[in-house]
């Protein structure tokens, strides 16, 4: 979130995260000051940054994801109520939320959606609940997000019209790897060698990408199309699966769609071990391109890490966007810039 709102022209003051190592790569590509630990320890610390023009972030999400279990008592869950005290202690101008989709869309959180619109609304906040899609923003990945926006000074009955105008075309994953050397080389060594095997028992969907035709969680990516959603799980058995010779010659036969194909037809399941040499799992650097990050971006820590917050991360481009919206209102009134925020 941090590239995106820098490049739409705010000033980081202050940022946390828990992960010692998202907090040194923060750091290290020179984001703004950093502190790492228990967001709620430093709670009392924020007065300091009282009336800021901006307070954003992305409270865990594991506890409300379909992706994980969904578990009401997860203690994750509950730093979104950090997040609402963040927003009672800097009183900022506009404040934006990020968190996973059902949030904001599963009756299962609907009590919770309903305390939170209630806490923030009588803070004196007019809202603006949105779910993004990442490929209406640039970012060749389906990956559906939640954004809350207030909006103090500002209606924000209007925010996604706002947003809408914001839309781009998002390139290919094809288009988004062209400035990577092939996997294991030059601008490209970061792989993963996780064991690539068949299902005996294959999930089929009508896609070809979707499913499950290959042990673990990852899945295969529409090298002409987008990417699903990248976990933070990657780095093992659900790294997503790439075709390197489709990759390096377009008009090459797709062999995850023949072998679908051939599934749906009837044919039987080939043995878990008959997967063709070019299929691989994505690089650390192409996980870094489907999220948009700038070529130029240093990970620290190992790879298990570097995919981790990668995985984490939301989409550069979508955050951009995001925050070039929120900076449509904060400029009606004529802020100079630097702008200010607080992560």
């Known amino acids: 979130m941090d590239i995106g709102f820098k490049k739409a022209g705010f000033q980081t003051l202050w940022a946390n995260d828990f992960n010692e190592v998202a907090c040194e790569t923060y750091a290290a590509n020179k984001l703004g000051p950093i502190v790492a630990g ?4 430093y709670l009392p610390q924020l007065q300091k940054f009282e009336g800021v023009d901006l307070l954003f972030g992305g409270p865990p ?63 004196g906040y007019s809202l603006s609940l949105n779910v993004l899609n990442a490929t209406d923003y640039g970012v060749p990945q389906k990956r559906e997000r939640m954004f809350l926006v207030g909006l103090q000074d500002s209606d924000a009955s209007n925010f996604d019209s706002v947003l809408r105008k914001k839309k781009k075309k998002s390139p290919t994953v094809r288009q988004a ?39 673990g969680a990852g899945r295969p990516i529409h090298i002409d199309g987008y990417a699903l959603t990248l976990p933070a799980s990657m780095g093992g058995n659900k790294t997503p699966i790439i075709d390197d010779l489709l990759l390096g010659d377009a008009s090459a036969e797709d062999w995850v769609v023949k072998y679908h194909r051939h599934l749906m037809d009837g044919g039987q399941p080939y043995s878990w071990k008959d997967v063709p040499a070019h299929l691989r799992r994505i690089t650390v650097d192409e996980a870094l391109a489907i999220q948009t990050f700038p070529a130029s971006f240093i990970l620290t820590g190992g790879k298990s890490a570097a995919y981790r917050m990668i995985g ?30 607080a992560v």
């Open 38 to 41: 228990d967001v709620n320890q």
């Open 61 to 123: 999400c594991q506890g409300f994801s379909v992706a994980g279990k969904m578990n009401p008592e997860d203690e994750r869950s509950e730093l979104v109520w950090s997040y609402v005290e963040a927003v009672r202690i800097v009183r900022p101008r506009a404040f934006v939320m990020e968190n996973v989709k059902a949030l904001a869309s599963l009756e299962k959180w609907g009590a919770v959606r309903k305390k939170l619109i209630k806490a923030l609304t009588e803070l």
């Open 177 to 215: 790897f062209k400035h990577l050397d092939k996997a294991g080389t030059g601008n490209n060594q970061r792989v993963c060698n996780a064991e690539i095997s068949l299902a005996a028992n294959p999930i089929l969907r009508k896609s070809p990408y979707a499913g499950m035709l290959f042990n």
């Open 312 to 341: 984490n991360a939301v989409p550069c481009n979508l955050a951009f966007a995001v925050a070039e919206s929120v900076k449509h209102y904060l400029m009606s009134e004529e802020i100079d810039f630097p702008m200010k925020l």
